[in-house]
């Protein structure tokens, strides 16, 4: 009883999963080609009696013409050698070629996949052997195999499908294993595991269907060498001589002469037919592929849309007198365009300046616009962000309008970046010296030669790293090193702002201190200004002089370090400090924000905080606040703060 | 059912082996991930264990889920030695110890629904006799969970959720077993600070609604005040100090512990202070150092330090730290 109960459920979730995938499939212009040249193929096997003119199986066919006519109303395709029509014997022998292909590439996709599953899943003895034999087969060549084979038994059709499946597993069988060797060491089935779950039950609910996506790409190409495979065999005619392929239309052909009497024909269409469906799975194959294998993902760094065409905004903020000031971002706002649906508001009027070797902390949870912020000021974002307003001035030049030319030659240079996690962006086959001394030479060609060396061993020394790991590997580096060398790179060309994208978030606390502690020397000793992207308040506390705190895309609140931690106006601020742990008081309970921040494609029509605010009231939830100056540096966006002025 | 004996672990050890140093030494290095733990879980307790990458805090974890086999020592559960049992006798204790991973991103699997995930575990376990049940019971975890109304995310996937709501999952999966104890693995490190103090204080609320006790492993000893009832600090493998949570924090009197008290951000910059903060990193657990582990990064280290490994030693009922420098 209980199967039947718990069956019907997942069907549904089956259906659903259909659906997603025709959605984005329908986007794939090559995979619908494909699959459109198949649906031609296959209703044509299907319905042979009813299209073709004549019955290619009874004798009557043999009465229709005289040999090698050429293609006429009558006969479309001409006759062959014994005279039956070429159109015929194309339709009926689609079925065939069909039939091969289809019942071939089941078997090796059986035999592939059991193995490759085991193989990849189990590991150990089982994987060297399987896998061992795997390879054996692939040395060996199929075709002249397949022919010794076929040529010894009878070759009849269930003797080629079963040769032609039991050679063809090979390929498979690796994909498969490499899959699963992949999908086994990832996290969710470690936690089947500890749930109780044994084997069975893990490679049928959480292997397969990660693997089924590849398998069924695998499958599609496995078809069209089984159909090609079928045409060579004919072709030598080793084919069934009782069912007529196009593989032996075309041996007939070109065994009786076709070449010679000038009947192109003859050799054409088969030829067509064969080539039609092996393109058509190709692309097939290819189009699955693109919308099922997710390491086929665009990169998310692709250079992005041109900015928008804006008015010049005159600067609104005063320099302050000391300090260089490097960087003024005014108002600056990014949209990501979304195909069909309104533009998201991804960030909405940012401005904020930074003098030389000042540490600015920009604040916000996951989703709140900082990356997109950062981002932005190099112009990297992604293909689908556009800046639409604002301004970036670095050292006076707009950066949104400067041409990519003059761009790249501040990227890296003057201005360059530590990314999120960048630690496992190095290169493992590349000592780090080596990959250091690449982006000098990268981005200084003028560099002299004999002198990036020196510069190596003078940056590592500066993060930190004794000289004599130059030539480690990264994966003889620890994570917080790997960090420190990626830090290193970004200081290879002298530039006067660094952007640190969550630098330490990954990071053990002794190590995220050893991480706070070096950027804080730098900053000091070469007069670095650094923007320091965080989710973490305490981090920022550390080492920030001022810090911008945002909300779903807009400031909350821009304050000095020390205005932020004991005078914040802003229900926001004010709650992600209550949010965190207190060592002073270890017995406080901690308080958190109820609720998430607002999905940027739709966000509330008031304060976007609003919803999530204790404080709230009407007007909140009507009308956005604007960037209120609370004092000469303190700046917070909250009805609040004008209430009380 | 007297509290010692609900969980005791005694004497643990794993090693890995790290294979030959070259292909003519006879020896092979071994990776010292555990290296003598002894300690005991009360009913409904919480215990925070605090180290570095490579403290042994994870593998230590595998241990208890019985998904490693421990190299020496007993791990005893309600007065039964767990530590060797075979997968069928396995199946049973699974139901009441249960593991809440790191990273919520990765440790659900993404071609599930929100529904299938909670349910797994019941199938697994052939628990409920019918779909009624087994929904009733999936719609508790989830509320218990915090995952309200449960229906509007039944058959969402993993992707379309949040950080905070994904890792709310993993522990609705894991309370639909109705465990004894959890075993969270960092579970708040990879979410942001506003909502790492939701899923604390859901932990916090279970153990006291659902009595069940809690094994914390955090990197971050600033998280675990407000939390949890005793702390143990591990280093290379081993407890350097174990008590209260009020004595590990406000009296630490290991130099790692008080070098980890040190660096936790404060988030006041008026209240900048010194940070004690050690120099490499963790030692390889291959060769571990003589002597006392710490002494190579240890800040007051003395010169037996290095040739003299320090016991625990007792500093109240409770308190317990392994350094040189309390041998009176």
Known sequence: MESTISHTEPKNQWLIRLQNFWRTFRKNGIGLVGLAMLVVIITMAVFAPWIAPYDSSSSAAFEVGDIYMAPSAAHLFGTDDAGQDIFSNFVFGSRISLTVGFFAAFISIIIGGVLGLVAGFFGGRWENILMRFTDIMLVIPDLPLMVVIVALTKPSLYNIIFVIGLLGWTTTARVV?????????????????????????????????????????????????????????????????????????????????????????????????????????????????????????????????????????????????????????????????????????????????????????????????????????????????????????????????????????????????????????????????????????????????????????????????????????????????????????????????????????????????????????????????????????????EICDKVLVMYGGVTAEYADVDTIYNEARHPYTQELLKAFPDLTKPKKKLSSIPGYPPRLDALPAGCRFAPRCLLAFERCHTEQPILHTVGDTHFASCHLVEASK | MSKQQFLEVRGLKKYFDAGRPSLFSRETRLVHAVDDVSFDLRRSEVLALVGESGCGKSTLSLLLMGLEEPTAGTITFEGRDVTHLKDSERKGLRRKIQMIFQDPYESLNPTQTIEEIINEPLLVHGIAKNKKERDERVKKAMEDAGLKPAEVYLSRFPHELSGGQRQRVVIAAALVLEPEILLADEPVSMLDVSIRAEIINLLAELRITRQIAVIFITHDLGSVGFFADRVAVMYLGRIVEIGTVLEVLEKPQHPYTKALLSVIPVPNPRLRHERIILQGETPNPIDVPTGCRFHPRCPVAMAVCKDSDPRSIKLSKTHSAACLLLVK
Not at chain 1, 303 to 309: D, E, G, H, Y
Not at chain 1, 381 to 402: H, M, R, W, Y
Request: hydrophobic share 45%.
């Open chain 1, 177 to 541: 294993r490499s899959q699963t060797l992949a999908v086994k060491s990832r996290k969710f089935v470690l936690r089947a595991r500890a749930v109780g779950a044994g084997n069975g039950h893990i490679i049928l609910h959480h292997i397969l269907p990660l693997v089924m996506p590849i398998l069924v790409v695998q499958a599609v190409l496995v078809v069209s060498l089984a159909i090609l495979n079928e045409s060579t065999l004919s072709f030598l005619g080793l084919g069934d001589p009782t069912a007529l392929s196009w593989g032996q239309m075309l041996n007939y052909a070109f065994g009786r002469g076709a070449m010679s009497t000038g009947a192109w024909w003859a050799l054409f269409f088969p030829g067509i037919g064969i080539v039609w469906v092996v393109l058509g799975l190709t692309l097939l194959g290819q189009g699955l592929e693109q919308v099922l294998n997710p390491r086929l993902d665009a990169h998310h760094l692709m250079p992005s849309r041109p900015t928008l065409q804006k008015e010049h905004v005159e600067s609104d903020q005063e320099r302050v007198d000391s300090g260089k000031v490097l960087l003024e971002v005014q108002h600056l706002s990014i949209n990501y365009i979304n195909e069909g649906n309104p533009p998201a508001r991804a960030v909405e009027d940012i401005s904020f300046t930074l003098k030389q070797g000042e540490l600015i902390g920009l604040v916000g949870e996951s989703g709140c616009g900082k990356t997109t912020l950062m981002l932005s000021l190099l112009r990297l974002l992604p293909s689908a962000g556009q800046i639409v307003d604002g301004s970036v001035l670095f050292n006076g030049k707009d950066l949104t309008e400067v041409s990519d030319e003059e761009l790249n030659t501040i990227r890296w240079k003057d201005i360059s970046i530590v990314f999120q996690g960048a630690m496992n962006a190095l290169n493992p086959v590349r000592t780090v010296g080596d990959q250091i001394a690449e982006a000098i030479t990268r981005h200084m060609h003028d560099f002299p030669h004999e002198k990036v060396q020196a510069r190596v061993t003078e940056l590592l020394d500066l993060v930190g790293i004794a000289a004599d790991q130059k030539d480690h590997y990264p994966h003889q580096y620890s994570g917080g090193m790997r960090q420190r060398a990626m830090i290193a790179m970004a200081l290879a060309c002298d530039p006067q702002v660094i952007i640190a994208d969550e630098p330490t978030t990954a990071l053990d606390v002794m190590i995220q201190a050893q991480i706070l502690e070096l950027l804080d020397g730098l900053r000091k000793r070469l007069g670095l200004a650094i923007i320091f992207v965080t989710h973490d308040l305490g981090v920022v506390a």
